[in-house]
């Protein structure tokens, strides 16, 4: 008589019964869980198609838009020799010149992809989950998720929640649940065991009563996996392992998960008949962008520009001998004001100059009192006394006074919006927030703002 | 010292919004998705110490809503008080400063002034307040990402602002990068899966300034200047008028005043000014003239410029003089035998001063609402409402206040005379009971019998008159009296002069002006 033993080399039929039983365990007592697998990440290679039919050995390829595209980058697709690089970006014909000629014709509409070949983030031609996207960092940022949604049966404790309020929200304090799968029933329909990344959605968990009652859809519990492993109590009297144990956060709204989540319809739709994403409603992004927005305005409102207001200070009015002069702004001609006219600047100058309010920051380019200012590039010659001019070729711009002879400086347009106003003159947001471009002397445009590192790189001969 | 007012600005409160607005708007860029092409998210910043009530309603009062990532959040962790920088704590600084007026209806500034304020303000003091920048990503380059713009603004620190006031001696300040700590997690992490927070720490030398005083700067100042006081205590020699050991007056701009009936002229301070007491040069017309500028005197002799005669009512001035014909600024109409009397009046010479521009220095005048006092040699004041005249801006109209101004206490004089130079009957109209002078200079028997033969100002009993300068004679109809003998009054005495309307002082020693006459710079005051 063979000795008693339960243990196999191989799944036995004791094993397969047993793990039946516990399949049917999960589909009698479990609950539904709806699975987004992950399977890889996106490729960062942008392909376009060219433009124009290009014949065998030709370097210049036409493009929809090259204002992205760099010298030095890679391009790649049909006819194309490894390691070919961009040579020359024209943005005006939309064209570059990449280093090897293509060895075979292409017609308009060809693919091609432009992209820059980093090792250390490689862009990967297969697509698995087993790819990694930055391997410096060891993290996978732009997740692909499979846009099928798998069901699945799980178990887990229900335990209850306190809210532990942090300083960016509030956040489920026992916010990581177990959740248990039959194994072999989560092969089969996934292909694979579930992954760390791989996002779980408890349909029994939906929130039908958010604070807000406009939101147009119930709100839906997710969690994301983040490790599986084998579950002791999965084990069976076979000693194989019938259910695995994932461990699962809550999902956050990030980058990792745009994926899901901005390609999940909430059921509801925007007024143009576009479907509503779950993104849109179910976090908490677009409402602490408000609230920023609103801190933004108090901080616009509290401080318009940099430095001091003395726009709405009266500056008294000087004579050349230093006392105060007319403040009427009435011309020398006029010297006899009456006292109960009404005194308007429509038809005056203001023909003497004003008290300078000292301060930091002050200058703002405006005339004293409001007088009006002409911006310009050079001095009118047919100037009157009293005429303000805004040299808007001074940086800063310059407001200058015609005093009868000569163009007097008044002061320096120092003050500056702030932020991220596009007026913006401080010299930091001149090379943060630098817009313009400038075109080089074959005529193409530039971009002025340039990374250091990438500025006069020096690219291939041929 | 307990509050009495409610007093809070939000000082704080401000610098907390510019630090949010300073690590504001900044962006994460994502990779390529679904749609190909690589995406920037906006990566909202809030304030790290939130209500639980308020992070409820941000949840939508739901478990399923989704944190956003990445966010920031900016907390205070330290607010002390800064010791090392404190200053002065009594300091009080002053700002004089006015705003332009606003269109009613537009709403829009106009080139009008409105009145002057003084602000003042007590030193503010001096807070150190630290904040916490909490970056939380998900990702090590969406760290970086934010680090790297983050990172470059401060070197180490960034100039902040929490208003743009001109007056808000305490509004600016600057933002110190002091720490960084890139993750709250641990390496190696284990088994927690705790979000990744990168925080930076910054410190904000900042001024908590106490409420200012507002204050309509109603006066020209007299500023007070250099006072001692024996016993050393300045704000005694300051309060108490006692213990003065001296004083020198400053006016803004040192503008001195003429007053002369109702009008006020200003005075530059480099303009020679000549104030003298006003007694009379009578003369006799020697031609008809009408409707004539100019005028034939028997003598011109004693009559300068810018004297004044009154001619059927109108006063008028000295242009010039030549021989015997005096030229007037405004026709008249005299006839042989007229007597005119001419008065040298307080004058200046320059260029007139506009009233209007000295005044817009300082605020809006108001008239018959604003106000002008000066000071008499006395020490007393007079007080009267100001308006600009209606023609000259150079003038200012000045209405006394009638309780203000002192009253005659003798009874009034027909002229101020030199008995020397003028004689009744001649130049003065012949005498009649009753008629008044007060005499420039002595009439003397022994002074100067030629003379006195030639005046023939007789006393009583048929013997020359016997006055003084400074007396006043009064003719009883037979005979001339010294109703008034200068050298024996001691008291204060008032009496006005019937030709000019002017009234006069006598001090004891010297008669003057009582009122009216050249003040200078710091014995005038403006009440707008």
């Avoid at chain 2, 007053?259 to 009578?282: A, H, S, W």
């Amino acid at each position: 008589m063979p000795r008693l033993s339960m243990w196999r080399e191989r799944h036995s039929n004791d094993y397969r019964f047993q793990d039946r039983r516990a399949s049917e365990i999960y589909t009698i007592g479990g609950t539904d869980v709806f699975v987004h697998k992950i399977v890889g990440t996106y490729s960062q290679i942008q392909s376009v198609t060219i433009s124009n039919a290009a014949t065998q050995g030709d370097t210049v390829l036409t493009l929809p838009n090259v204002a992205n595209y760099e010298i030095g980058m890679t391009v790649s697709g049909v006819g194309f020799a490894a390691n070919t690089v961009v040579r020359q970006v024209n943005s005006v014909a939309n064209t570059i010149t990449i280093t090897s000629g293509i060895s075979t014709n292409l017609d308009a509409g060809s693919p091609v992809s432009v992209f820059w070949n980093t090792p250390d983030r490689p862009n990967y031609l297969n697509e698995s989950e087993r790819n990694i996207q930055d391997l410096l960092f060891l993290e996978n940022r732009d997740r692909k998720y499979d846009s099928d949604v798998y069901v699945l049966r799980g178990i887990y404790q229900v335990s209850d929640n306190d809210f532990d309020l942090q300083q960016f929200g509030i956040f489920l304090s026992a916010d990581t649940i177990l959740v248990s799968f039959h194994l072999n029933d989560t092969v089969s329909k996934l292909g694979r065991k579930l992954m760390s990344g791989d996002v779980i959605e408890l349909p029994h968990l939906k929130d039908y009563y958010p604070l807000d009652t406009d939101i147009p859809a119930a709100l839906k519990r997710y969690y994301v996996v983040q490790e599986v492993t084998l579950e002791a109590q999965g084990f069976s009297l076979t000693w194989f392992p019938h259910t695995i144990r994932a461990k699962c956060t809550p999902l956050v709204d990030a980058q990792e998960y745009k994926d899901i989540l901005n390609y999940i319809e909430s059921g509801a739709f925007h007024a143009n008949g576009d479907p509503i994403m779950v993104s849109e409603i179910q976090s908490t992004r677009n409402r602490l962008n408000e609230i920023n927005d609103a801190i933004i305005q108090q901080a616009q409102v509290n401080v318009p520009q940099s430095g001091y207001s003395t726009e709405n200070l009266y500056k008294q009015p000087l004579r050349e001998d230093g006392f105060p002069g007319d403040p009427t702004g009435t011309t020398t001609d006029n010297t006899n004001v009456s006292v109960d006219s009404t005194i308007t600047q429509v038809d005056s100058q203001n023909n003497t100059r004003s008290v300078d309010i000292p301060g930091y920051l002050v200058g703002d380019g405006k005339a004293p009192a409001g007088w009006p200012v002409t911006h310009s590039t050079s001095f009118p010659t047919d100037a009157t006394t009293g005429d303000f001019v805004l040299r808007t070729d001074y940086v800063p711009n310059r407001l200058f006074r015609f005093d009868g002879r000569r163009w007097t400086k008044v002061e320096d347009a120092v003050r500056s919006t702030l932020g991220s106003d596009p007026t913006n003159s401080t010299q930091l947001d001149n090379f943060i927030n630098e817009r313009g471009t400038y075109r080089d002397s074959q005529g193409i445009e530039q971009p002025v703002q340039q990374a250091l590192s990438k500025i006069l790189k020096p690219g291939a001969d041929n | 010292m307990s509050l009495n007012n409610f007093f809070y600005d939000g000082q704080v409160r401000r610098f907390i919004t510019q630090f949010i607005r300073i690590v504001s708007n900044f962006q994460v860029e994502f990779g390529a998705g679904r749609d190909g092409v690589p995406t920037l998210q906006r990566v909202p910043v809030i304030y790290g110490d939130s209500s639980r009530q308020a992070a409820t309603i941000i949840r939508n009062n739901s478990e399923n809503f989704l944190n956003t990532v990445p966010a920031m959040a900016v907390y205070i962790s330290g607010l002390q008080f800064d010791r090392e920088r404190l200053q002065n704590p009594t300091h009080v600084g002053k700002m004089f400063l006015r705003d332009r007026q606003k269109n009613p209806y537009t709403g829009e500034y106009t080139t009008d002034p409105r009145e002057i304020i003084t602000v003042e303000r007590l030193m503010p003091r001096p807070w150190m307040l630290t904040l916490k920048l909490d970056i939380w990503t998900s990702n090590t380059e969406q760290k970086l990402q934010l680090i790297e713009q983050i990172g470059i603004l401060f070197a180490p620190d960034f100039e902040i602002q929490s208003t743009d006031n001109y007056v808000d001696w305490s509004s600016l300040s600057y933002v110190l990068l002091t720490d960084v700590s890139h993750s709250s997690r641990s390496v190696p992490i284990g088994t927690n899966d705790t979000i990744d927070i990168a925080t930076m720490t910054f410190q904000m030398p900042i001024w908590l300034s106490p409420p200012a005083r507002v204050l309509k700067m109603g006066v020209i100042h007299k500023i007070i200047n250099s006072i001692y006081e024996s016993d050393g205590s300045l704000s005694s020699a300051i309060l108490d008028d006692e213990r003065l050991l001296s004083r020198q007056y400053f006016t803004p701009l040192q503008y001195g005043t003429i007053l002369l009936g109702n009008e006020i002229q200003l005075v530059r301070y480099d303009l020679p000014t000549n104030d003298p007491l006003g007694d009379q040069i009578m003369k006799k017309v020697t031609a008809n003239s009408t409707s004539n500028t100019t005028i034939t005197m028997s003598s011109s002799t004693d009559i300068q410029e810018g004297m004044i005669t009154n001619i059927g009512g109108i006063e008028t001035t000295v242009i010039s003089v030549t021989d015997n014909q005096v030229t007037l600024n405004q026709q008249v109409n005299v006839s042989l035998g007229d007597r005119l009397s001419f008065t040298q009046i307080t004058s200046k010479i320059g260029a007139s001063e506009n009233w209007r521009d000295l005044i817009n220095l300082y605020g809006n005048l108001i008239a018959g609402s604003s106000k002008i006092k000066f000071e008499m040699s006395d020490g007393n004041e007079i007080i009267g409402s100001v308006a600009y005249h209606p023609q000259n801006q150079n003038v200012m109209l000045w209405s006394a206040d009638q309780d203000t101004l002192p009253q005659s206490t003798l009874a009034p004089v027909n002229a101020i005379i030199n008995p020397q130079k003028l004689r009744t009957g001649s130049q003065l109209p012949d005498p009649t009971q009753g008629t008044r002078y007060l005499l420039t200079e002595d009439y003397n028997q022994t002074a100067n019998v030629a003379d006195q033969s030639i005046y023939n100002w007789s006393g009583s009993s048929g013997v020359p008159l016997q006055a003084s300068a400074g007396d006043i004679i009064e003719y009883n109809g037979q005979y001339w009296t010294v109703p008034f003998q200068s050298s024996s009054v001691t008291s204060t005495e008032y009496v006005t002069n019937l030709t000019t309307m002017r009234q006069y002082r006598w001090d004891g020693e010297n008669w003057s002006k009582s009122y009216e006459g050249y003040y200078e710079a710091g014995k005038w005051q403006l009440i707008l």
